[in-house]
C-alpha cells in the first residue's frame, strides 16, 4: 500500500493573511524569498521559526526543471508578466512536489495570478482570505505568437497568423472586496 503524502506549499499572502503552519495538520514548505518578504521581526516571524526549528515548515528551492515548467506554462498563457519571482518559485515547488514526488499538495495562497496559473498546471489551491471573490470569467482564445486575443471565436487557428489558439480565462469583472 502507498503512503499519501500530503502537503501545502505556504506564500507570503497566506502567511500575512495569518495562516500559522504550526497548526496545519500536513507539512508545509516555502521559498526563502518569503522569509525576507515577511521580515525577520515580529509574531509573524516567531511562528515562521518555530516552524522551521520543529520541521513543520520546510524551505527549499525549486527544481530548474520545475522553474522552467512554470515559466513555459505563464508564457503561453499570458500570465507570466503578471507574476513574480517568488511567485513563480512558490508555483514550480508546488508543481514538483505534486508531478515529482507524488505529493498531494495544496498552494495556499489568496494571490489571483498564482490561483489561475496553478489551475492552469492541475494543482489545488486554497484561498484563506477574508476577501470574497466574485470574479466574473470570459473563456477567450489566444495566439501564443502575436499575442491576439479572440473571444466568440470559434476557429483554433490564429486568423492573422495561423499559429493555433490556446484557450484562456480572462476575467471581465472583478467584484472581489
Ligand atoms: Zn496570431
Not at 518555530?50 to 520541521?55: R, S
Not at 512554470?70 to 511567485?87: C, I, N, Q
Not at 490564429?158 to 472583478?174: A, F, H, T, W
Request: charged share 30%; aromatic share 10%.
Amino acid at each position: 500500500m502507498k503512503t499519501v503524502k500530503e502537503g501545502y506549499v505556504l506564500d507570503s499572502t497566506a502567511i500575512i493573511q495569518g495562516v500559522d503552519p504550526n497548526s496545519l495538520k500536513r507539512e508545509s514548505f516555502t521559498i526563502r524569498e518569503l522569509l525576507d518578504e515577511i521580515g525577520e521581526i515580529g509574531k509573524r516571524w516567531i511562528r515562521i521559526k518555530t516552524a522551521m526549528m520543529l520541521g513543520k515548515l520546510v524551505i527549499r528551492e525549486p527544481s530548474a526543471g520545475g522553474m522552467e515548467k512554470v515559466e513555459r506554462t505563464a508564457k503561453e498563457y499570458g500570465l507570466y508578466d503578471k507574476l513574480s519571482k517568488p511567485d513563480i518559485k512558490i508555483l514550480a515547488l508546488g508543481y514538483e512536489l505534486h508531478s515529482e514526488e507524488d505529493y498531494d499538495i495544496e498552494i495556499i495562497t489568496d494571490d489571483y495570478d498564482i490561483q489561475n496559473t496553478a489551475a492552469i498546471l492541475n494543482l489545488k489551491y486554497i484561498s484563506i482570505g477574508m476577501k470574497k471573490i466574485r470574479k466574473t470569467y470570459l473563456y477567450v482564445k489566444y495566439c501564443p505568437a502575436c499575442k491576439r486575443k479572440y473571444s466568440g471565436y470559434t476557429g483554433t487557428i490564429c486568423p492573422v497568423c495561423g499559429y493555433r489558439l490556446i484557450g484562456m480565462k480572462k476575467v471581465i469583472k472583478d467584484n472581489t472586496y
